[in-house]
């Protein structure tokens, strides 16, 4: 149980292009998807909190429009990176969970940006 | 905010030795601590947890401990294998909070 999904594992865009990224909780009801960004041999970065139904909560520094967060159902999120740059190059690993303090990680998107 | 490090940042062990890895935190509201395992070009795995209650935890090879008063929680890897070798990540959950704060990470290298 407490599988998570992300599609797609890895995507490659030019840059000002638009890349949707969803996670999924496969067997439960996520009431909480966390969405962190991480670089190359370091730690995670949270971007952003989503709860289903209501508007995700992004932490300081993430560019609300350039990341956009819909958490449309209780086993859906997804992150679009509008108009990528080859700096939102990087690891994006989303987390879900029934408690906020249990959760379950997703095998993460490599994004590619030309 | 809660602020947690961890140490060390890479570590290389033989085959069959243990491997420990520290992290300490700096708000004692932090209630839960997890660790996870991730390999490379993967998503973090779960491979322990420890709730501020209970002093050790421990899980075949693996084990955690956790002081409350030094605010500091360990990772212990017993009888290790080149399967191990991964970055582990600890994590601390404030229960005044809705988020986890991750250490720096501990790249593993077991030698075969």
């Known amino acids: 149980g407490a599988v998570v999904s992300q599609h797609p594992s890895r995507v490659i865009c030019k840059s000002g292009t638009s890349v949707k990224i969803e996670c999924r909780s496969l067997?439960?009801?996520?009431?909480?998807m966390f969405w962190y960004r991480q670089f190359p041999k370091k730690s995670l970065m949270l971007m952003a909190t989503s709860n289903e139904g209501s508007k995700a909560t992004y932490e300081q520094g993430v560019e609300k429009d350039k990341f956009l967060i819909n958490h449309a159902s209780l086993t859906l999120s997804t992150l679009t990176v509008t108009s990528a740059h080859p700096e939102d190059s990087s690891f994006y690993i989303c987390?879900?969970?029934?408690?906020?303090?249990?959760?379950?990680f997703g095998p993460g998107t490599r994004l590619t940006v030309l | 905010g809660e602020n947690v490090e961890q140490h060390p940042s890479t570590l290389s062990v033989q085959e069959g030795d243990s491997a420990v890895i520290k992290c300490t935190y700096s708000d004692s509201a932090s209630n839960y601590f997890p660790w996870y395992k991730q390999e490379l070009g993967k998503g973090p795995q779960l491979i322990i947890d420890?709730?501020?209650?209970?002093g050790e935890k421990k899980d075949q090879r693996i084990a955690v401990t956790l002081n409350k008063t030094a605010k500091h929680f360990s990772l212990h890897i017993t009888e290790t294998q080149p399967e191990d070798s991964a970055v582990y990540f600890c994590?601390?959950?404030?229960?005044?909070?809705?988020?986890?704060?991750f250490g720096t990470g501990t790249s593993l290298t077991v030698i075969p």
């Open positions: 067997d439960f009801q996520a009431t909480t």
């Open positions: 987390s879900a969970g029934v408690r906020t303090d249990t959760q379950y």
């Open positions: 994590a601390a959950f404030p229960n005044t909070g809705n988020q986890f704060y």
């Open positions: 420890i709730r501020s209650n209970v």
